[in-house]
Structures are given as structure tokens and as C-alpha cells.
């Protein structure tokens, strides 16, 4: 229900797709599991496709997120303008990346194989992305204007950010020992480009 749902929010744009998130996640909190331990038969397939679906909005919507930051830059006559431009696209980030922690901490590890390594390994990750972005916020928060000579550094320096945070987000699903897991998240077409095999 909720990865069906994940993977419409890229027809919504900003920060209504984060409000959106917020009422999911409610969702997700309410019909949780109370155990830690896993379903039995916890299928490899629903597993990736549960996480992929995740992880594929989350990249979907950043990249959106980035893309209209590139372009208020681009689109701005002002130097002022142009920082500002950037440093809203690093909230949009932050905020996104937030999002994206709280859905992957409310995941419930008794449906998913290998769930609670998996979703571990998931908060780890979304959490040193949100660390990463706002490190890079603070450092780019110095740059007192966007002149033009300066735009393509800039927003180079705006996308290496986000790529560095993406590096983090995705779990390495090698490092779960399971050729049936492997498999899963190799099979599934929303996996591609976000998982490390």
C-alpha cells in the first residue's frame, strides 16, 4: 500500500509531496508491527520492491528538488538571487532527506527479509545524507553571491553535495549474505541505480 502510493508523490512537487509523506508515514506508524522478528516467509521480491519503491522517490524527488534550484540560478539576473536560489534547494534537501529517515525508521522488519539489518543499514544511511547536506549548506551559506563567471562551479558544487548524500543512502545488499535477496533487488526494475550490489 505504501510503495504503491511512494510512487505517484513525483506528480506533486515541493514541499507537497513532503506534507504528503508526513500522512503516510502516520499510516505506516499505525499499522507497524510490535515484533522484531521476522514473518515467516518474508518474500525476497516484496522486500525490494518495498525498499526501491522508497528509495525511487526519494531520488525522484531530489532530483526534481535540484533541478529547480539549477534553474533559479540560471534563471536569475542577481548574484544575491542565485545564492539564495541554491541555499532554498539545500532546505528542499534537508527536508526531503528527513522525510525519507522517517519513512525508512517506520518500516516494519517483520515483513521484509532480512528486515532489521536492512533497515538499519537504511537509517545509518539517511541519516549520514541529512548530516552530509547540511555540512555542505553551512559551507555553501559562506558564498556571499553567485556572480556569473561563478554559476557553473556553484551549481557543480551544489550537485556533488546531493551526490555524496545519494552515495549514502543506498544499502549495499551484498552485505546481507542472501542469494535470494541479491536476486531480488537485482530483478526488480525500480532498484536500478539505487541499491550497491
Request: with cysteine; net charge negative; proline share 4%.
Amino acid at each position: 500500500m505504501i510503495a504503491a502510493v511512494v510512487l505517484h508523490r513525483r506528480h506533486l512537487s515541493g514541499r507537497a509531496r513532503i506534507a504528503q509523506l508526513a500522512l503516510l508515514l502516520t499510516a505506516a506508524v499505525v499499522v507497524a508491527g510490535c515484533s522484531d522478528e521476522p514473518a515467516a516467509g518474508a518474500d525476497p521480491g516484496t522486500t525490494a520492491r518495498t525498499v526501491c519503491s522508497l528509495l525511487r522517490g526519494y531520488v525522484n524527488d531530489t532530483g526534481a528538488i535540484a533541478n529547480t534550484a539549477a534553474e533559479g540560478v540560471s534563471g536569475s539576473d542577481d548574484a544575491l538571487g542565485r545564492r539564495d536560489a541554491v541555499l532554498t534547494g539545500f532546505d528542499l534537501l534537508i527536508e526531503r532527506t528527513d522525510a525519507h529517515l522517517a519513512f525508512v525508521a517506520a518500516l516494519d522488519p517483520t515483513v521484509l527479509d532480512h528486515g532489521a539489518d536492512l533497515i538499519d543499514d537504511l537509517i545509518e544511511g539517511a541519516e549520514q545524507a541529512g548530516a552530509e547536506l547540511r555540512d555542505e549548506r553551512a559551507v555553501f551559506e559562506q558564498v556571499p553571491g553567485v556572480e556569473d563567471e561563478d554559476m557553473t562551479g556553484r551549481v557543480g558544487q551544489f550537485f556533488n553535495a546531493l551526490e555524496k548524500a545519494m552515495s549514502v543512502v543506498e544499502p549495499v545488499v551484498t552485505d546481507y549474505g542472501s542469494p535470494a535477496l541479491i536476486a531480488a533487488f537485482t530483478d526488480e526494475p525500480t532498484c536500478r541505480f539505487v541499491v550497491q550490489a
